[in-house]
Structures are given as structure tokens and as C-alpha cells.
């Protein structure tokens, strides 16, 4: 997951972020998203945990032997912001990743789910 804020001419710039999801060492899944001149790095890096977890939870409905996910970020202000859930800038991304991690928790008491 990386998101990155880029300059277009003087006046305009974008922001977006991407997950890819691996399994095995293989790419099984990468999306790229814009969201556009008004939302800022921080709202992208949580956008992209939000759509890795969701899309890594979808994929273990196919490999039925995964059950470890495992999510490489590289905002330390994000995975703070995700493992708690005090009023912040981000709730609603925070709580939409908290609320699919959980499900996918409580589904099968093997499954673990590891953030870094």
C-alpha cells in the first residue's frame, strides 16, 4: 500500500493511493485510486489500508488455507490511527479498517491479522 500527492502545473495536484496483495510471492490483486485535488496524503494511506484489508479478507474466501494477512504501510501516523479508535482526522476510514479486520478476526479463531 503507498499513496503519494503529486503537482500538476502551479495551481493543481492529486492525490491517490494503491494496494497490491501477494500471495506466495505471486500478485494476485493491485488497484490504483484517485481521490482527486482536495484530499490529503494521510486520507490516501488510509484509503489504501482500508481497500488492502478489505481485498485481502475477499481473498481468503478463495484460499481457504490463508489465515494470516499481513499489511505493509509506510505511515507510522496511519497504523496508529487504525489501532485506536479515539476521535481523529480519519475516524470513518479507521473504523471501516477496524470493523473488517475484526469480522475477519471473529470469523476463525486461527486467524491473525499483522499490521507494520
Given at each position: ?21 501477494f ?16 484530499a ?32 505493509f ?15 481523529c ?20 479463531p486461527v ?6
Amino acid at each position: 500500500m503507498d499513496s503519494s500527492q503529486k503537482s500538476i502545473g502551479q495551481r493543481f495536484q492529486r492525490t491517490g493511493t494503491a494496494a497490491v496483495d501477494f500471495h506466495q510471492g505471486n500478485e494476485i490483486f493491485k488497484q490504483k485510486i484517485s481521490l482527486g485535488d482536495k484530499a490529503e496524503i494521510y486520507n490516501a494511506e488510509l484509503t489504501g489500508l482500508v481497500v488492502g484489508v478489505r481485498t485481502a479478507i475477499s481473498k481468503t474466501e478463495f484460499l481457504p488455507r490463508v489465515h494470516h494477512i499481513h499489511i505493509f504501510a509506510d505511515n507510522v501516523s496511519t497504523i496508529k490511527t487504525i489501532s485506536d479508535l479515539k476521535p481523529c482526522q480519519g475516524q470513518l476510514l479507521a473504523y471501516t479498517f477496524y470493523q473488517h479486520m475484526l469480522q475477519w478476526l471473529q470469523k476463525n479463531p486461527v486467524n491473525t491479522l499483522r499490521v507494520t
